[in-house]
């Protein structure tokens, strides 16, 4: 990375970025990442559930086989348990530990989303990219949350990640690395770390039909690394629990989604309510910088239709296709819940980062905002971090802990919950 930087700044006709870009955007947004990470107690009922499946699980070395209250907690893949439990481990059995892992895989996205612009848009593009991803509210706002959905959405990323690095460099290994990161999404939420293929998919069939030269994407080796990595667990534990893959397939897979058999939000109105908001106004402040400067942007009036004749045609379609699908198959499912459309957070944040970095380039908005309102949003962003445990929540486990925790020290539960010691 560190040619991108000297590229970035022997351009003397450009607006000189941060001395070091990289180094700029890693900072900020791993202070954002890791402050207060865990000083708020668990909510319930995700965090609680997540935590305590994975402290029981780790307790009884069966984190390869969830249990939750004496039972097997079969509902997700294992992937995400161990990272809680190894977190746990090296940081004690808390909200710190439990969350911890979340703060890594926030600041692993960021990376990823940071050369994945500069695979796409070119190497200044990357820096806005980063922050764009990095410091807005919803992506950080999820870190702190303790779920599937932060770690899903850094092997997602890197997946599109490792794809453009096949396209860009031409080597087959890369397509094997798509298919490996790809089935560590599989082993972190199950059936939707399909989507993130999709976009490959399609663009692949692209590049080929304009004749260009890119790796089989559908390499025999990397299918069979993907097989090992993300299904092989499923096949044993289905070989090895009868009725265990009917109910992943038919309860977990048709009845969640199709049938709204969890009632997680399933009437027909909640994309609107649920989804467009975090949408809309999750990346504030970069989208309301993109809207206030629309006018400046030269978008193409009469090319919609033929997506051979945009700019950037096929950077374009992986971008359009990774968020415009993947939105479609989540506002269709009957099972909704705001952090699933987190992943779709990447493609977003490379497309404002393409818009900033136009409008700097073309002095439509000066550098110094840009890296100004980067720091401020670190700012805002740990302050509020900072402040939430003073709020009283009814969700937050903490103080069901407190009041419990006379008759409860010798469970562990205090401990995880945040109180004793």
């Known amino acids: ?7 970035i700044q022997e351009d003397h006709s450009w607006p000189v970025l941060p001395k070091r870009p990289l180094l700029f955007v890693m900072i900020l947004s791993t202070l954002v990442g890791f402050a207060f990470q ?3 107690g668990l909510y319930e009922s995700t965090e609680g559930r997540y935590a305590e499946c994975a402290r029981q699980s780790m307790e009884q070395g069966t984190l390869d086989e969830p249990v939750l209250n004496g039972e097997n907690h079969w509902t997700k893949p294992p992937l995400t348990y161990y990272v809680i439990a190894a977190g746990m481990k090296v940081f004690g059995e808390n909200a710190w530990g439990a969350r911890i892992g979340q703060s890594f895989a926030f600041v692993f996205t960021v990376l990823a989303v940071y050369y994945l612009g500069a ?15 990095g410091l807005c509210p919803f992506t950080v706002g999820s870190a702190n949350a303790l779920s599937t959905d932060t770690l899903l959405t850094m092997w997602e990323t890197l997946t599109l990640l490792c794809f453009w690095l096949a396209v860009r460099r031409g080597g087959w290994y890369y397509i094997v690395l798509t298919w490996a990161a790809f089935g560590f999404a599989f082993l972190t939420k199950g059936f939707p770390a399909l989507l993130c293929m999709i976009a490959p998919t399609i663009s692949f069939f692209y590049f080929r039909r304009r004749g260009e030269k890119v790796p089989q994407f559908f390499n025999p080796l990397g299918i069979a690394v993907f097989l090992l990595i993300g299904f092989s ?12 893959m009917h109910n992943w397939i038919f309860k977990e897979g048709i009845a969640r989604n199709v049938a709204g058999q969890y ?24 989208v309301f910088i993109i809207a206030f400067r629309w006018k400046r942007i030269p978008w193409p009036t009469d090319m919609w239709k033929r997506i051979s004749s945009w700019p950037h045609s096929a950077e374009w379609l992986f971008v359009i296709t990774a968020f415009f699908i993947p939105l479609a198959v989540f506002c269709l499912s009957t099972s909704r819940l705001p952090l699933y459309v987190l992943p779709l957070f990447a493609p977003m944040a490379l497309t404002v980062g393409k818009g900033l970095e136009w409008l700097v380039s073309e002095r439509h908005i000066s550098l110094k905002l840009i890296k100004w309102t980067s720091i401020t949003c670190m700012l805002v962003m740990v302050i509020a971090k900072g402040a939430i445990p003073y709020r009283s929540d009814p969700k937050d486990m903490l103080v069901l802990a407190q009041v419990l925790s006379p008759g409860l020290f010798d469970t562990g539960i205090p401990r995880l919950f945040g109180t004793g010691q």
Do not use: D
């Open 119 to 133: 695979l796409l848009w070119g190497s200044r593009a990357a820096f806005f990219c980063g922050v764009a991803y």
């Open 1 to 7: 990375m560190q040619e991108i930087e000297e590229i």
């Open 263 to 286: 009632n997680r939000n399933s009437q027909w109105f909640k994309p609107f309510t649920m989804y467009f908001p975090s949408l809309l106004f999750g990346m504030l402040p970069w």
């Open 38 to 40: 865990g000083s708020r």
């Open 233 to 244: 667990w499923y096949a044993v534990k289905g070989w090895t629990h009868p009725g265990l």
